[in-house]
């Protein structure tokens, strides 16, 4: 479907850009996919996630965490931080491709239960062209 207008209906501010059919036709047969990331929740040692670094937040929820955001496969998954991941992530810049593996539970210092991560960044091979 193509909409004209007519002149005076283009002076009055109707613009003429949806006459252009590829445009308009695109637009119609437009598709769209909910953009809801999976949280990871490890459940097990040696449980983990990889995919290219794509965006952080902070100061998200009642306990002001950080959350970071990797896609694989045209899917995206969203890790809670942690003291550990935190730390480790501050080396990390969006576009890296990360793993983080959840490594257990050991006493800290205050002997509380603490989760472990193990947090890795891809080596990128300079000779080889991105």
Do not use: C
């Amino acid at each position: 479907m193509v909409i004209k207008f007519t002149e005076s209906e283009k002076h009055k501010g109707l613009f003429s850009y949806l006459d252009i059919d590829p445009i308009h036709e695109r637009r119609t047969k437009m598709e769209f996919e909910e953009i809801n990331p999976n949280v990871w929740k490890p459940e097990a040692e040696e449980d983990s996630v990889d995919g290219v670094f794509i965006a952080q937040r902070e100061n998200v929820g009642p306990n002001d965490s950080t959350t970071y955001y990797l896609e694989k496969d045209n899917k995206q998954m969203m890790i809670w931080g942690s003291t550990i991941i935190d730390s480790r992530m501050e080396f990390a810049k969006i576009g890296d491709h990360i793993r983080i593996t959840y490594k257990g539970i050991k006493k800290n210092s205050k002997n509380q239960d603490t989760k472990i991560f193990k947090v890795e960044r891809a080596k990128v091979d300079e000779g080889i062209p991105a």
